[in-house]
């Protein structure tokens, strides 16, 4: 069989092509361009990992801006609710004082002479004075607490704004990624057709490949094939999540992000668990991966960026990235950092 040597022309001259066109929109002109299609996917491939790592982390500061901010909120009730504490007890006080005025203002001692009955005016006497001394501790205490109280809402409110500032420039440096990852998707979509699919061919070979590397090991021999109740659950609610599109941030019910399809999984099995990836995996205890089963969420790569549902046979559930939709896929066929269970 003999090549058409125009065709191969034109086919290497648009893989040149799209490889400067990436290296100009998606990072500087340094280091090595990408020449072949494997060196294109590869590129694209880092891009989507760095705007997920984006994602990720801008996700966990709105989690943590969220919490701050109720926490604020219950603090700033903690000091009205002192404060009209306070106003109540100094009224007290006043009104104690204004009636022992109103009385004549007699000492204790003078009563104490004066009254037919000594020993009962020594002993009500005592009460009183025990009763202002005690009221005065006690407005002591709660000027002192009203004032660590706004103490606190004061140190909670200024994180609640540093918060905010870092996720403004979070998101600047999220849209600035997710802006150059439009740009390489439309410079993706320009390829022939032939180039496209060789491009998901590749993909699913390199998945392929990594699946039976992981598979050889034995990672898989003494895997469960039975997860818990709530396990069982998470996995039911992921495969009628199935074909539902990718998008950044999202935890449904339309579209997820991975871990936004993780924590509603499990969150409809009955079990709350952190928002993002690198949450669950720094929180969530830890089993080893030869011992998964169903329902345990398999994390990926160093920086804990990706994550997925075990489901089973060497399969999970995931929402993989921007253009893809919720699927099932080849466990093994990313780089395994470990295994939580959020049931154990």
């Given at each position: 069989?003999?090549?058409?040597?125009?065709?191969?022309?034109?086919?290497?001259?648009?893989?040149?092509?799209?490889?400067?066109?990436?290296?100009?929109?998606?990072?500087?002109?340094?280091?090595?361009?990408?020449?072949?299609?494997?060196?294109?996917?590869?590129?694209?491939?880092?891009?989507?990992?760095?705007?997920?790592?984006?994602?990720?982390?801008?996700?966990?500061?709105?989690?943590?801006?969220?919490?701050?901010?109720?926490?604020?909120?219950?603090?700033?009730?903690?000091?009205?609710?002192?404060?009209?504490?306070?106003?109540?007890?100094?009224?007290?006080?006043?009104?104690?004082?204004?009636?022992?005025?109103?009385?004549?203002?007699?000492?204790?001692?003078?009563?104490?002479?004066?009254?037919?009955?000594?020993?009962?005016?020594?002993?009500?006497?005592?009460?009183?004075?025990?009763?202002?001394?005690?009221?005065?501790?006690?407005?002591?205490?709660?000027?002192?607490?009203?004032?660590?109280?706004?103490?606190?809402?004061?140190?909670?409110?200024?994180?609640?704004?540093?918060?905010?500032?870092?996720?403004?420039?979070?998101?600047?440096?999220?849209?600035?990624?997710?802006?150059?990852?439009?740009?390489?998707?439309?410079?993706?979509?320009?390829?022939?057709?032939?180039?496209?699919?060789?491009?998901?061919?590749?993909?699913?070979?390199?998945?392929?490949?990594?699946?039976?590397?992981?598979?050889?090991?034995?990672?898989?021999?003494?895997?469960?094939?039975?997860?818990?109740?709530?396990?069982?659950?998470?996995?039911?609610?992921?495969?009628?999540?199935?074909?539902?599109?990718?998008?950044?941030?999202?935890?449904?019910?339309?579209?997820?992000?991975?871990?936004?399809?993780?924590?509603?999984?499990?969150?409809?099995?009955?079990?709350?668990?952190?928002?993002?990836?690198?949450?669950?995996?720094?929180?969530?205890?830890?089993?080893?991966?030869?011992?998964?089963?169903?329902?345990?969420?398999?994390?990926?790569?160093?920086?804990?960026?990706?994550?997925?549902?075990?489901?089973?046979?060497?399969?999970?559930?995931?929402?993989?990235?921007?253009?893809?939709?919720?699927?099932?896929?080849?466990?093994g066929s990313m780089e395994i950092l470990g295994v939580v269970r959020p049931d154990a």
């Amino acid at each position: 069989m003999t090549q058409n040597p125009g065709a191969h022309g034109r086919r290497t001259a648009a893989v040149v092509t799209l490889a400067l066109a990436l290296t100009a929109t998606l990072h500087p002109p340094a280091g090595a361009e990408p020449q072949t299609l494997p060196e294109v996917r590869a590129e694209l491939d880092r891009l989507y990992h760095r705007a997920e790592v984006a994602t990720e982390k801008y996700n966990a500061l709105d989690g943590r801006i969220t919490r701050q901010g109720k926490r604020l909120g219950t603090l700033r009730a903690q000091v009205v609710a002192a404060e009209r504490k306070l106003s109540r007890l100094t009224a007290l006080a006043g009104s104690a004082a204004r009636s022992q005025y109103r009385g004549g203002g007699v000492p204790a001692e003078v009563q104490f002479a004066l009254a037919r009955d000594p020993e009962r005016a020594l002993d009500n006497a005592s009460r009183a004075r025990q009763a202002q001394l005690a009221t005065r501790r006690t407005v002591g205490s709660l000027t002192t607490a009203q004032e660590e109280l706004r103490s606190r809402s004061a140190a909670a409110g200024e994180e609640l704004r540093r918060l905010r500032r870092n996720r403004g420039s979070l998101g600047s440096h999220r849209r600035t990624i997710l802006s150059r990852i439009d740009e390489a998707r439309k410079v993706e979509s320009r390829l022939e057709s032939r180039q496209r699919r060789e491009l998901a061919a590749l993909e699913r070979r390199t998945a392929d490949e990594a699946q039976a590397d992981w598979v050889r090991r034995g990672v898989l021999d003494d895997a469960g094939t039975e997860g818990g109740t709530a396990g069982r659950e998470a996995v039911a609610f992921a495969r009628r999540e199935l074909g539902k599109p990718y998008v950044w941030g999202a935890e449904g019910p339309g579209s997820y992000d991975c871990s936004g399809l993780t924590s509603q999984a499990w969150l409809k099995a009955g079990v709350p668990i952190p928002r993002t990836s690198q949450e669950q995996w720094r929180r969530l205890p830890r089993v080893p991966v030869t011992r998964m089963r169903p329902g345990d969420l398999i994390i990926y790569n160093a920086d804990a960026s990706h994550v997925s549902l075990y489901i089973g046979g060497g399969r999970m559930i995931h929402a993989p990235r921007p253009g893809r939709h919720v699927t099932v896929a080849p466990a093994g066929s990313m780089e395994i950092l470990g295994v939580v269970r959020p049931d154990a």
